[in-house]
């Protein structure tokens, strides 16, 4: 995760907030992780809850918010199952986090979800991989990363769906007491869609596209965008 923009997804969300005039500081950070961006959020002003699938990730990230100082409320969920007892002025979900979701339903449901537990006019932000990174960059790739901790093997293959990628991944992580490397392996999915079906999808369930960004700068995606950065609001 050392190439994760964190930062620039904080920016990018405080200037939209004060672009579109946003004063509520109620954040949902859906697909947390660790929960290094929620704690980034709460250092900057806002109220946070974070869900995620993974109860070893939520772990991290109580560990982490409260070594911070803070007192975020972590949840258990499937993004596509979303229930919060509270409503947010805003929802992200970061790190192509959307792309783990294997069925067109389960994103219209996430999608809907979201909506449920906006305030009217409250933004809802997130990235995907885009189709030019699915078909040039990860298809039928191999990556390779070694120092002195841990090393992995990341084998990437097309997946069982039109742009779907099945990443196989083996680390070898050091065991300094026992003076060997543990091996443990992993298998992730992930599928992405048009950015046309994305929209069709955000309308429906009520939302407004209001910014579509290429690799989180300032400009539309180019025909070489890895990362897509979708910026709704949703509609009064």
């Known amino acids: 995760m050392e190439d994760i923009p964190y930062d620039k997804w904080l920016q990018v969300l405080e200037e939209y907030s004060t672009k579109y005039k946003l004063e509520g ?6 697909a947390c992780g660790t929960g290094e961006l ?4 709460a250092m900057q002003g806002f109220q946070v809850t974070g869900v995620d699938l993974s109860e070893d990730m939520l772990a ?6 409260e070594a911070e100082g803070f007192k975020i409320p972590f949840y258990q969920q499937n993004m596509a199952e979303l229930e919060v007892m509270s409503q947010f002025d805003f929802i992200t979900i970061f ?6 979701l294997s069925s067109e ?10 909506a449920n537990h906006l305030n009217e006019n409250g933004l809802f932000l997130f990235d995907v991989h885009s189709e030019y990174k699915m078909e040039n960059i990860f298809k039928d790739q191999t990556f390779t990363h070694i120092d002195e901790d841990i090393c992995y093997i990341w084998n990437c293959f097309e997946g069982e769906f039109p742009l779907s990628v099945d990443h196989e991944l083996t ?17 992730h999915f992930q599928r992405t869609f048009p950015i046309q079906q ?19 700068e300032n400009h539309p995606p180019t025909e070489e965008t890895e990362r897509i950065l979708f910026i709704a609001r949703k509609k009064s």
């Open 25 to 30: 500081k109620r954040l949902l950070d859906v």
């Open 105 to 114: 339903q389960e994103v219209i449901q996430t999608f809907e979800g979201v």
């Open 60 to 65: 991290v990230a109580t560990a982490k918010a």
């Open 38 to 41: 929620s704690c980034r959020f």
């Open 198 to 216: 994305y929209k069709i999808w955000l309308e429906q369930a009520g939302f407004e596209t209001l910014h579509i960004l290429g690799d989180l």
């Open 95 to 100: 790190c192509d986090s959307i792309n783990y």
């Open 171 to 187: 680390f070898f992580v050091s065991d300094l007491s026992k003076r060997k490397y543990d091996r443990v392996e992993e298998f």
